[in-house]
């Protein structure tokens, strides 16, 4: 399989606990995004990466998100002291800088509680 | 900032050909994508375009008008597993995505 691979594929956890998903993009693509959906909305925009390099982030990205892709292949995203707000669709896309196209993983749904 | 909107819900006929609109306004934006997505999972890629026109693949087209901020996705002859959400996008610096809403379809026999 050459998609994009998100893990786990869902995840439940208790208000206040920390998290991590893992993003496996395209191989040969060097961007990778992350994205948050809600129930009836669209996907928004969180960070994405260059190759290794952090080169954005949204204001909806707060301190207790933080996000790393430390060689440039596989990123991670973790949330600290989850909150019930947190609860949505967590999904990482990845794009080849030559072209414009993203393709996106089956996503990480999260759950407080 | 980008606004972009779509109507909520729409219903069709199976074998018929149905049209989304998106319109939206924004100070620049490299190209518009459509993507599709079927509940519970991750949106697929349909077409997109850069310049104004028509794009054609398959069942599916879409048309970019830059001038007049509009847009549409096209589906012919639909099947019932055509039942999605529909999601405009607009791509900016880095190439990241601002979706619209997404209009979800219900493809009836």
């Known amino acids: 399989d050459t998609g994009v691979s998100q893990d786990p594929r869902h995840k439940i956890t208790k208000r206040g606990q920390n998290v991590t998903f893992r993003c496996d993009p395209i191989s040969e693509h060097n961007r990778l995004y992350w994205y948050r959906q809600t129930l009836g909305q669209g996907p928004e925009f969180l960070t994405y990466?260059?190759?290794?390099?952090?080169?954005?982030k949204s204001r909806l990205l707060s301190d207790r998100f933080s996000a790393e892709r430390p060689k440039g292949s596989f990123s991670t995203l973790e949330i600290q002291r989850t909150e019930q707000g947190d609860s949505a669709m967590y999904l990482c896309?990845?794009?080849?800088?030559?072209?414009?196209?993203?393709?996106f993983g089956q996503g990480t749904r999260l759950t407080v509680v | 900032g980008q606004n972009i909107d779509q109507p909520t819900e729409m219903t069709a006929t199976e074998g018929a050909i149905v049209q989304i609109n998106c319109t939206y306004q924004t100070s620049g934006f490299n190209g518009l994508f459509w993507y599709q997505q079927h509940a519970g999972e991750a949106p697929t890629f349909l077409s997109y375009?850069?310049?104004?026109g028509l794009e054609e693949k398959g069942r599916f087209s879409s048309f970019l008008s830059r001038s007049k901020g509009y847009s549409y996705l096209l589906l012919k002859e639909l099947q019932m597993k055509d039942s999605a959400s529909y999601l405009c996008a607009l791509t900016g610096g880095g190439n990241k995505l601002t979706f619209g809403t997404g209009t979800q379809l219900k493809v009836e026999l």
């Open positions: 990466f260059q190759n290794e390099a952090q080169l954005e």
């Open positions: 896309a990845s794009s080849d800088f030559d072209r414009l196209e993203a393709f």
């Open positions: 375009n850069v310049l104004d």
